[in-house]
T-cell receptor, first 114, second 109 residues
Framework: NAGVMQNPRHLVRRRGQEARLRCSPM?????VYWYRQLPEEGLKFMVY????????ESGMPKERFSAEFPKEGPSILRIQQVVRGDSAAYFC????????????FGPGTRLLVL | GEDVEQSLFLSVREGDSSVINCTYT??????LYWYKQEPGAGLQLLTY?????DMKQDQRLTVLLNKKDKHLSLRIADTQTGDSAIYFC?????????FGKGTRLSVIA
């Protein structure tokens, strides 16, 4: 009964490189959410996706960030041309949907931009 | 938009009760959650309450909701050293889940 899985757990990138973060939701969950946590801060919503659809991306920076949740495979959060300010913990959560919105979180990916 | 506020620190002695408080602004919030985060880890869902409830008890955890004052609290009975962590209040309704900044609970043996 695997929970939400994220990989990698830690990712180091140099400025200007691309970061790809992966999230596999809990079995049976079709809704995925991405959050960013800066040091000493709470989690900030970034994007909400269902399979092949972006439902709400109101928290996503307009440039360099994109997210997808394909029909097959994990959800991917992609950050192009990373900058030092992108260093943070990125958490994925999933929910069942269909009115059951309780979100279960993965262990997070800690991104460090040098 | 929704704003969720928590005190940042709480220190209690082992065996005492801990009470962590949270206030929110959006009266249409329907689900209210408490998550626990240990160092370097993800968020663990502790408990949640629907907005049509006043209280929920689950073993050592008691959640109280005062909708009039938009105040949510989490009481941990018989606090143990293993309860030391950051506790996040989160609310949802017509907007995505909004988190407070977290309350760092320190348990003194």
């Amino acid at each position: 009964n695997a929970g939400v899985m994220q990989n990698p757990r830690h990712l180091v990138r140099r400025r200007g490189q691309e970061a790809r973060l992966r999230c596999s939701p809990m079995k049976g969950h079709s809704h995925v959410y991405w959050y960013r946590q800066l040091p000493e801060e709470g989690l900030k919503f970034m994007v909400y996706l269902q399979k092949e659809n972006i439902i709400d991306e109101s928290g996503m920076p307009k440039e360099r960030f994109s997210a997808e949740f394909p029909k097959e495979g994990p959800s991917i959060l992609r950050i192009q041309q990373v900058v030092r300010g992108d260093s943070a913990a990125y958490f994925c959560a999933s929910s069942l949907g269909l009115g059951q919105e309780t979100q279960y979180f993965g262990p997070g990916t800690r991104l460090l931009v040098l | 938009g929704e704003d969720v506020e928590q005190s940042l620190f709480l220190s209690v002695r082992e065996g005492d009760s801990s009470v962590i408080n949270c206030t929110y602004t959006d009266s249409s919030s329907t689900y209210l959650y408490w998550y626990k985060q240990e160092p370097g880890a993800g968020l663990q869902l502790l408990t949640y309450i629907f907005s049509n409830m006043d209280m929920k008890q689950d073993q050592r955890l008691t959640v109280l909701l005062n909708k009039k004052d938009k105040h949510l609290s989490l009481r941990i009975a018989d606090t143990q050293t293993g309860d030391s962590a950051i506790y996040f209040c989160a609310v949802s309704g017509n907007t995505p889940l909004v988190f407070g900044k977290g309350t760092r609970l320190s348990v003194i043996a």
